[in-house]
């Protein structure tokens, strides 16, 4: 285990079973189209690859990127759109595949500004629900697993852009954020 984190919350194994799952309840509800998976840069790469591949149907890949404007900035709800997509989403099922929701605010602007251009479906796909943080109301589609508000990294989820490559989901150590 990496000596800044605290204690695994989830496991590489748990993950990986959990994904499964999902991908099979994607591959029922999207059986016979062809879906446009959206992954939101940076948090959701990993659950994004491993999902995708998990998933028998056709799919299609594209990404978005977002940022917040500056540090704090986001507990205010202010989110700003830095990479788009590459197509048009009119008449196509979209989901959008995040790593987390945590205010709801990333989301809930994603799929208002989404069916804004009018496709046939948006819907969301989350690792992590950390529901004791929620700002405004929104709720993953299909969902892995729910937490609790912990200090959560590693499977592309950072501390300071640290810890996005370790396989599972820890704690990280008070110590390390708390100097
Ligand atoms: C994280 C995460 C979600 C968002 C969730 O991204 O990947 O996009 O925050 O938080 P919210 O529900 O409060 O909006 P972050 O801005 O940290 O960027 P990253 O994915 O590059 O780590």
Known sequence: MHPDVDSILISE????????????KLDKEYEGKRPLMV???KGSVMFYADLLRAMSIPVEMDFMAISSYGAGAKSSGEVKLIKDLDR?????????????IDSGYTLSYLKRMLYSR??????ICALLDKYARRVVPIEADFKGFDIEDEFVIGYGLD?????????????????VYEK
């Open 13 to 24: 194994e748990q993950i990986k079973k959990r994904i499964q799952e999902l991908a099979v």
């Open 39 to 41: 992954s939101i840069l």
């Open 88 to 100: 048009k989403i009119e008449g196509r099922d979209v989901v959008i595949v995040e790593d987390i």
């Open 118 to 123: 009018k496709p046939a479906s948006v819907k």
């Open 159 to 175: 501390y300071a852009e640290r810890y996005r490559n370790l396989p599972y989901i820890g704690i990280l150590k008070r110590s």
